[in-house]
């Protein structure tokens, strides 16, 4: 699609109103029933550190202590989808755009799906912390639109120009108080927090029409959150293809949350005609047979959702071991291979 083309498909989009939008658009947050996806169910890995533990020389090893590429150990593990985050401009450049892009290319010949997270942010965006990009602080809210407009083309024309269709696209990295705070902060500004998923909705489809559209929130237990989050989003307009979710139980509690998750799954799917997906999932790595059965639970909920509509689970980032970067949630043992709770990806 030309850069003309794109600009007017943008132009007009902000130019109409949300009301307008939601009228003319069959996708919407409206209470209808999701299309039924394909057969494929998305068993996946955020792996996003790869690259920066490979230059730290962090070897990987698959169950036979073989040194291997960290991407085909989760190929062969049984995973079938790579999820990566983006960073808008990273000080140490690890999730900048480059980066992203050539583990993209990586997942791609292997076969891989492809779900990009967009931070919209420097660093880390999460519950707690959704900071402006440095470049962005000074804009006015319409600066804001246009800046996460172009950023995200700018993000799915580099991967298009590298031969990637992504399966999927975040807005927003669990925006649970919306993104871009103070002015995407969705306690104290709903429409606004609206208006910039519905810029990068907009951005996305502008390029890749097939790409879902993910909406990304914490805890997925937890059914009032994600009422009070997609209602807000609903009543203003915002479109969006799936409810995406982060779980992260401890071994005391992970039955009870899968069973409040899958509650919820179900309720997101009635309420607002949309698919869901874990996005995130992890436990101690010290407990492996423990984090296998909840894996093996949480996968088996997802897939028996009706009608094809829970579309897959992800595991963040198991590849990390031995605490590296301070992280204690992976699934790779201190020698570098994976533990038996990778067994649950492959039943």
Not at 93 to 111: F, H, Q, Y
Not at 204 to 215: M, N
Not at 252 to 268: F, G, H, I, K, R
Not at 326 to 340: I, L, Q, R, S
Request: net charge negative; aromatic share 10%; with cysteine.
């Amino acid at each position: 699609m030309s850069v003309k083309k794109k600009f007017l498909i943008i132009v007009v989009c902000f130019a109409v109103s949300f009301a307008s939008c939601e009228k003319s658009s069959p996708d919407t947050g409206g209470n209808t029933t999701p299309p039924k996806d394909s057969s494929f169910f998305a068993k996946g890995a955020d792996i996003s550190w790869v690259s920066q533990m490979e230059s730290d020389n962090v070897k990987f090893y698959n169950s036979l202590g073989v040194q291997e590429d960290c991407f085909q150990i989760m190929k062969d593990l049984g995973l079938n989808a790579i999820r990566l985050r983006a960073w808008v401009n990273p000080a140490d450049g690890w999730c900048s755009t480059k980066d992203m892009v050539e583990k993209a290319i990586r997942a791609k010949n292997l076969g891989f799906k492809i779900m990009i997270d967009l931070h919209y942010s420097d660093i880390w965006a999460d519950p707690g912390h959704q900071t402006k990009p440095a470049a962005w602080d000074s804009l006015d809210f319409h600066g804001l639109q246009s800046a996460l407009s172009n950023y995200t083309l700018h993000i799915m024309d580099t991967l298009q120009s590298n031969g990637i269709s992504p399966q999927w696209v975040q807005i927003g990295n669990e925006t649970n108080d919306g993104m871009l705070w103070e002015d995407g902060r969705a306690s104290t500004n709903m429409a606004q927090f609206a208006s910039l998923i519905q810029a990068g909705y907009s951005a996305v489809k502008s390029v890749s029409d097939s790409t879902k559209v993910i909406v990304h929130i914490s805890n997925g237990y937890d059914n009032t959150l994600f009422r009070w989050v997609f209602d807000g989003l609903k009543a203003n307009g915002a479109n969006w293809d799936v409810i995406g979710m982060s779980l992260y139980p401890t071994t005391a509690n992970w039955q009870s949350l899968n069973e409040q998750c899958l509650v919820n799954m179900n309720d997101m799917i009635s309420r607002y005609g949309k698919q869901v997906m874990i996005c995130e999932v992890g436990m101690d790595v010290t407990a492996a047979p423990t984090c296998e059965s909840f894996l093996t639970d949480i996968i088996s909920k997802t897939r028996s959702i009706a009608n094809g509509n829970g579309l897959g689970v992800f595991y963040w980032e198991p590849e990390c071991f031995s605490s590296w970067n301070g992280y204690g949630e992976g699934a790779f043992d201190d020698t570098g291979k994976p533990t038996v709770a990778m067994n649950a990806f492959a039943n």
